[in-house]
């Protein structure tokens, strides 16, 4: 039991972040200045995200699932749940977002959640 | 190692979490009249500005200008939660009052759309119990019907109706269904109970493959086997052919304005709701995509904006886009099996969409800007009406109530007029006097203004289903800050 505690503990720390939003999920317009991806890979992410998540987290907000834009989790940790799925989101394999695609999208993910949330 | 073991672990914390938590969607909330009307509540971008037109409509879904760029909205009369009143046709007057043009059949609400041609309106009549129709509405009210006895009988509609660069009137008549399969959920949108024969017709032959649903019987008792394109209680073949016949469901057609045939433009939508011409003069339509509700639930499915082209079939019932049902666990509900293709041969390959939309926000009617002291010239403007939620399944927070911009080119989203309130919902969820359900986006003539109709109030549970508000319904325009267009109800109104 002791052996698996410190894992446990990480990894509740890894997921509180998913239970509470640290800051309020809408970013952009009209709440504030629209997010503009600052690399050409950002970019290439944008559409990735467009294409295959924005129908549930819009805008990287909540909507049908939790909002993804306010949970700082890391690049690995996205890149795993975007492979694996988790809880009712689908595992979408390299067949589906190959590992470049994959890899601009996390830049972007990244890049949304560092964008200043409105307050209020 | 221990990354691994961290995400493991995750899951098991995570996995099946979804459905412990009930649903928030933005209609689940109590509503006490009076509606509020405030602009300010409204967020646009800088350098923009809400205006307030009219106020007071009952379940307005449409508008459009006459040749003298008159503003004239359409009510629908009917709205889900089997509430028929009767549709009506106004001009809205610059001091934002509303002024009587036509009034229908409560039969063939709702109306659910209107444009102007050549000196007269043409009115797409959904028909919830009468049929759809398309109408040619003379200014002093005469009326004459183009077309009647459209398959609109079930949970969606005739819709849209807008003319083409060609001189057609292009018009919609969503399907009969969620996703094929007539079931317990036809029965409490109610129409079941009336047309206990209604079901999907598709445009052209189609192959089955046998794929049948079990349900409750709400009408006998017992339980009932049903299969795609049939009646309630009917079993369908391997290999059987249904028969293809226009009218039919889920799909765009076009008329002539004097009347004549129906021409079909392409087939295979679940509810094409929305359509608008671009600058270039193609045809984009808005499909209102899968609920996860019925016989044959998909979880996942968002909206879709469409290019048109002629003569495609567009992927319902097997396809959401051009993915199908049954691709991984994509589109599988937690609480039910991997949907099942119940087509045994696919009558085409569907197209790729222009852009995804949030799941559940039914986005709905659009336009694309085209003036560029509006700005943001060729992207479309589309109203998204918000969730029905719980009825069509559950959402984390309420979904739509705003207008999304969408870049057809590169399928990028972006909110454009939204609630201020974090997180955004309906006026009556957030406890503002900004948008409730917007329906429709269009601009003016002009292209300088963009009117967005609010269809008003209307509320969701699980017990009584929907509940729309008469005479909660509005008008919106946005403007460009230092843009003065005459008319409107004022900044704000109680």
């Known amino acids: 039991m002791s052996r698996l505690a410190p894992p446990l503990l990480g990894v509740l720390l890894l997921a509180s972040p998913l239970f509470a939003a640290c800051a309020p999920a809408q970013r952009g317009e009209p709440f504030t200045p629209r997010v503009r991806p600052a690399s050409a890979e950002a970019e290439a992410g944008e559409r990735v995200f467009m294409r295959m998540c924005n129908e549930c987290h819009p805008g990287g907000a909540a909507g049908l699932a939790p909002a993804l834009n306010n949970k700082p989790l890391p690049a690995w940790m996205i890149r795993w749940q975007v492979r694996h799925g988790l809880g009712a989101m689908p595992a979408f394999g390299p067949e589906v977002i190959p590992d470049d695609e994959l890899d601009a999208l996390v830049t972007y993910l990244i890049e949304l959640r560092r964008t200043p949330a409105p307050t209020g | ?494």
């Open chain 2, 1 to 494: 190692m221990v990354r691994g073991l961290s995400a493991v672990l995750l899951v098991a914390l995570l996995g099946g979490c979804y459905d412990l938590r009930s649903s928030d969607g933005g209609g689940m909330t109590a509503f006490e009249p009076p509606r509020r009307y405030d602009p300010a509540d409204v967020a646009v971008p800088d350098g923009y500005r809400v205006e307030l037109v009219a106020h007071g409509l009952t379940f307005p879904t449409a508008v459009t200008f006459d040749g003298r760029g008159g503003v004239h909205v359409v009510e629908a009369g009917y709205a889900y939660g089997e509430a028929f009143l009767t549709p009506r046709l106004l001009r809205i007057e610059p001091d934002g009052s509303a002024v009587e043009i036509a009034r229908g059949d409560e039969r063939f609400g709702p109306w659910t759309g209107v444009d102007w041609r050549d000196g007269a309106f043409y009115v797409t009549e959904g028909g919830e119990v009468g049929g759809g129709r398309i109408t040619r509405i003379e200014p002093d009210g005469a009326q004459r019907v183009l077309v009647a006895d459209l398959p609109s009988r079930g949970d969606h509609h005739t819709n849209g109706g807008v003319f083409g660069p060609d001189g057609w009137l292009y018009f919609s008549v969503g399907t009969a269904t969620n996703s094929a399969v007539v079931g317990v959920d036809n029965w409490h949108f109610g129409w079941l109970k009336r047309f206990p024969d209604f079901h999907d017709t598709p445009c052209r032959d189609l192959r089955l493959a046998g794929v049948d649903y079990t349900s409750p019987d709400p009408a006998g008792g017992g339980a009932v086997t049903t299969g795609a394109f049939k009646p309630f209680g009917e079993a369908s073949r391997p290999g059987e052919v249904v028969r293809g016949a226009i009218p039919c469901n889920g799909a765009v057609f076009r008329i002539r304005p004097e009347g004549g045939p129906i021409d079909l433009v392409a087939w295979g939508f679940r509810n094409p709701f929305g359509l608008a011409f671009s600058q270039e003069g193609e045809l984009y339509v808005t499909e209102n995509s899968y609920d996860r509700r019925g016989s044959r639930p998909l979880f996942g499915a968002g909206d879709l904006l469409w290019r048109v082209e002629r003569g495609a079939w567009y992927g319902w019932p097997d396809f959401h886009g051009n993915v199908p049902v049954d691709a991984g666990d994509r589109f599988d509900p937690p609480d039910a099996d991997r949907p099942v293709r119940v087509l045994a041969e696919l009558p085409g390959e569907p197209p790729r969409p222009a852009a995804r939309l949030a799941v559940h926000s039914s986005s709905n009617g659009f336009d694309f800007s085209r003036d560029p002291a509006f700005g943001h010239v060729g992207q479309a403007f589309v109203a998204q009406f918000g969730d029905q939620s719980p009825t069509v399944g559950k959402v984390w927070e309420p979904v739509g109530y705003r207008v999304v911009r969408v870049d057809p080119g590169t399928g990028t989203v972006q909110d454009f007029a939204v609630n201020r309130a974090l997180p955004p919902g309906p006026a009556s969820w957030t406890g503002g006097g900004g948008l409730e359900r917007p329906v429709a986006a269009r601009f003016d003539p002009e292209g300088r203004a963009l009117y967005i109709v609010d269809f008003g109030v209307m509320t969701m549970s699980e017990e009584d289903g929907s509940q729309p508000r008469p005479g909660t319904g509005a008008l919106w325009r946005v403007v460009r800050e230092d843009r003065k267009v005459a008319g409107g109800a004022g900044e704000a109104a109680p």
